[in-house]
DNA sequence: GATACCTTTCCGTTCAACGGAAGCCCGGTG
DNA sequence: CACCGGGCTTCCGTTGAACGGAAAGGTATC
C-alpha cells in the first residue's frame, strides 16, 4: 500500500502528534511499519533537511524548518492574521472561550483559541480536529458545506455525550435552520458543562471558516453572543476580501 | 548532488518562502531544477498527504497538514508558549517592539513578536532569519554559543548599515562584555533608526533564546529596559524548567 | 556478565522512480 | 478561425537508487 518512498517519509513525519512530540528511531519504524534499516535512512534524510530535529536525549523531534514552512500555509498566514484582532475583542468583550476553525475534509480544524483562565471543559486545541457534527463551528460548517460532504458527515454521526446529535434526520434539519438563522449552538454535545455558539465566516459568499464560543449556559444572552460574534465575523471577511489583491 | 526521491520531494517544500506562497507547477519544476513529469508526480503524492494544497486559481501553497506538524516542534510547542504571557506583560510595560528569538545555525530565528502600532523600522518577522552579529538578540545567542559557532559566525560580517560591527576583534570584544554583563545593545546596525536591547533566555545553566526589544533609542531608558527583560527572561525559564518534567 | 533493546552499518537484488517525449487544455493574438 | 505559447498531464522502457534482512556496535537494566 504505502509503498512510495516519498509517502513513506512523510508518513514518518505523520505519526507525530501532541501526545508523541518526540519518538525514537524504533518507535518509528513500528508505528509506520517500515524496517529499521530503511527508517534509519529516511529519518537521516529528513533530519539534514531540517525536517526532524534531534534531541539531546536521542528523540526525534518535528525540526523548525517545518515549524517555519507552516508559517506559509493559508490556514495561518492569511485567516489567523486577519482574524486574531477580531479575537482579541470578542475575548475582550465576552470574557468566553474563543475559536476559529475551519473544515478539514470530515473534520473541523481549530486555527486559532482564545481561552479564558479556565471556566468551562474544552477539548479543542490549536492544530487539533474534532467531528463537525458536535460542536458549534463543526455545525456552521457543515451546514454551509457541499451537499457531498454533508452527505458522508452525515453517515457517521458517533456519539460523544449523552446530548450528542446522532440522529441524521434531526441533525438535517438543525443545519437548516442554521442556514435561515445565521447561527448554530449546542448544548453539551461535545462536553458536559459545556454549550457553544458559532457564526460563518464569509469572503466574499463562501464561508471560508466559522468563529465560535464556549461558555457553560446559553439561555440568557444568546442574542448579545450572537451579534458579538456576527460583527466579529464580519470584520474578519472584510480583512480578509482587502487582503486578498495585493 | 540532490538524487534521492526524499531530497527532491523535500526541496520542492523548500522553495515556498514568504514572498513565494504560491507556486505552479511549473515554478516548482525551475526553481528545483526537477524536470516536469517528476515535479508533476512528486506534487502530486505531496498534495494526497496534506503537505501541499491546491488552490482554486491552480497554484500549490503549503498545506494544513504541514502547519499542524509545525505546531508540534519544540520552538512552538515549548518555548513559544512558554513565554507568550511574559512577552506580554514585557510589552505592556515597555510599549516597544518585543522578540523572542533562537540561534539556528549561523542565524538568528525569531519564534514570536509583538509589534506596537508602528514606531521603528523592524525587519523581523515571525519565523523569519537575520545574521547573528547585526540584531541585539543575535549577538546575545553569539555571546553564549559553543566557540566553533561563534568562530564561523565571525568569519563572515556581513555589512547592513554604515553602523554594522565587521571587525571580528571589535565583536569580540562586545561579546565579552555581553558575557560579563548579561545584555546586549545595537544601535542602528541592523536598521538606521533602530536601537536595541536584548538578554539570555536560560533554561537551567543552557542558554536556550534571546528575549530582545527595538526602540528609537536607548540613552536614557537603558537600565529600565534591561531589568523589564530580565525580569522577563527569568520568567520564562522558570516555565521551561517546570515544563521539562512532566 | 548476561539480557534486552536500541541504533548503526553493510550489501546483493529488484522494482519503483526517472525523465524524455508526446498529447491536452487553455487563453491570447494575428 | 486558426495558430501559438504556456502550463499541465500521461505514458513507458531503462536503470540505478532504494530496499530490508542480517549482523555488529552501544548502552542501560537486572
Redesign the interface.
Known amino acids: 500500500m504505502a509503498k512510495?518512498?516519498?509517502?513513506r517519509?512523510?508518513d514518518l513525519?505523520?505519526v507525530?502528534?501532541?501526545e508523541h512530540?518526540s519518538l525514537t528511531l524504533s518507535e518509528l519504524a513500528r508505528r509506520t511499519g517500515t524496517p529499521l534499516g530503511t527508517a534509519h535512512r529516511?529519518v537521516g534524510?529528513?533530519v539534514?533537511?531540517g525536517?526532524l530535529?534531534r534531541?539531546p536525549d536521542g528523540g526525534y523531534?518535528?525540526?523548525?524548518?517545518?515549524?517555519?514552512?507552516?508559517?506559509?500555509?493559508?490556514?495561518?498566514?492569511e485567516l489567523r492574521t486577519a482574524a486574531s484582532p477580531f479575537l482579541h475583542d470578542l475575548y475582550g468583550a465576552t470574557l468566553a472561550t474563543v475559536h476559529l476553525a475551519?473544515r478539514?475534509g470530515l473534520e473541523v480544524?481549530y486555527i486559532d483559541r482564545l481561552a479564558g483562565h479556565v471556566s468551562v471543559p474544552v477539548v479543542s486545541k490549536?492544530?487539533s480536529r474534532l467531528p463537525l457534527h458536535a460542536t458549534g463551528v463543526g455545525k456552521v460548517l457543515l451546514a454551509y458545506a457541499p451537499d457531498d460532504v454533508r452527505a458522508n458527515a452525515l453517515q457517521n454521526l458517533t456519539r460523544v455525550t449523552a446530548y450528542t446529535v446522532t440522529q441524521p434526520a434531526r441533525l438535517l434539519e438543525q443545519l437548516r435552520r442554521v442556514r435561515a438563522e445565521g447561527y448554530a449552538t449546542t448544548g453539551e454535545e461535545m462536553s458536559l458543562g459545556a454549550c457553544s455558539v458559532a457564526v460563518p465566516v464569509r469572503n466574499g459568499d463562501a464561508v471560508v471558516a466559522a468563529l465560535g464560543m464556549v461558555v457553560p449556559d446559553l439561555r440568557r444572552q444568546l442574542p448579545r453572543l450572537v451579534s458579538a460574534l456576527q460583527v466579529a465575523a464580519q470584520g474578519i471577511g472584510r480583512t480578509l476580501a482587502s487582503v486578498q489583491w495585493k
Do not use: C, K, M, Y
Not at 518535528?62 to 498566514?77: D, E, N, Y
Open positions: 512510495s518512498v516519498t509517502a517519509a512523510l513525519l505523520g507525530f502528534d501532541s512530540r529516511l534524510e529528513l539534514r533537511w525536517a530535529a534531541e523531534v518535528i525540526g523548525r524548518r517545518i515549524w517555519q514552512l507552516g508559517l506559509l500555509a493559508p490556514v495561518q498566514s475551519v478539514d480544524l490549536i492544530g
